[in-house]
C-alpha cells in the first residue's frame, strides 16, 4: 500500500493551496483517511478526516471553515483544499489510512504518505 502526498508549496497569506493523496495498492473502503501536519519541533497533529465509504467529515478546529476534505474514489485520491492560509499553516502536511473512524491520533493510522511543505509567507 503506498499513500503519494502533492500539492504543497509557497503561498501568501490569504491564499490557497490543493493538497492530493493518491493511494495504489488497494482500495480504501470501510478505511479512514486523514491529513495531519507537522511544524518544525512540534508533533504531528490532525487537521482533517474522511471516511473512505461514508464521506463523513471532521476537522481540526483551527481550519474549520477553510479547509475542506474531499476524495475520489474512482482515481483513489483524496484532496485537501486549503483556503485563507495562514503563516501558522506552514508545516509539512501527511496522508495517512487507517481503520478506526473519525480518529485524531497518528497511532490509529497505518499508513502514510511522504509528506508534502506548505509555507505561507506573511
Known amino acids: 500500500v503506498q499513500l503519494q502526498a502533492s500539492g504543497g508549496g509557497l503561498v501568501q497569506a490569504g491564499g490557497s493551496l490543493r493538497l492530493s493523496c493518491a493511494a495504489s495498492?488497494?482500495?480504501?473502503?470501510?478505511?479512514?483517511m486523514g491529513w495531519f501536519r507537522q511544524a518544525p519541533g512540534a508533533d504531528r497533529m490532525f487537521v482533517a478526516g474522511?471516511?473512505?465509504?461514508?464521506?463523513?467529515?471532521n476537522y481540526a478546529d483551527s481550519v474549520k471553515g477553510r479547509f475542506t476534505i474531499s476524495r475520489d474514489k474512482d482515481k483513489n485520491t483524496m484532496y485537501l483544499q486549503m483556503n485563507s492560509l495562514k503563516p501558522e499553516d506552514t508545516a509539512v502536511y501527511y496522508c495517512?489510512?487507517?481503520?478506526?473512524?473519525?480518529?485524531?491520533?497518528?497511532?490509529?493510522?497505518?499508513?502514510w504518505g511522504q509528506g508534502t511543505q506548505v509555507t505561507v509567507s506573511s
Open positions: 495498492g488497494r482500495t480504501f473502503n470501510g478505511y479512514a
Open positions: 474522511i471516511t473512505w465509504s461514508l464521506i463523513n467529515t
Open positions: 495517512a489510512a487507517g481503520t478506526t473512524y473519525y480518529s485524531r491520533y497518528p497511532h490509529d493510522y497505518a499508513y
